[in-house]
């Protein structure tokens, strides 16, 4: 699916495991991002912009930061160093 250059709004969502994923046109080098909802669940978030695999992978990866429950650990860093 090829996409314009403009970043539109929430572009649908999609469905994978009992969970809904927000489809969203980020720049392709953000593949997606978890964060907490006005309920308090978790809500992933993935780029339209790439393909399903892709998202997939994403997902999964962002699945991994809640059951680790990096989102409750205020120093936790993806990319490692020191926090502040």
Known sequence: MHHSGRYDPVEG????????????NLPTA????VFQGEDGDPVIVVN???TREQNRKTFDHE??????????????????????
Do not use: K, P, S
């Not at 969502?13 to 969203?24: A, G, K, P, Q, T």
């Not at 953000?30 to 991002?33: I, L, M, P, S, Y």
């Not at 930061?65 to 989102?71: A, R, T, V």
């Open 13 to 24: 969502v999609m469905h994978m495991e009992d969970r809904d994923v927000i489809l969203i």
């Open 30 to 33: 953000v593949r997606g991002f």
């Open 48 to 50: 339209a912009r790439l």
């Open 63 to 84: 699945r991994q930061h809640i059951e680790n429950g990096d989102m409750e650990n205020e120093n936790y860093n993806e990319y490692g160093g020191e926090t502040t």
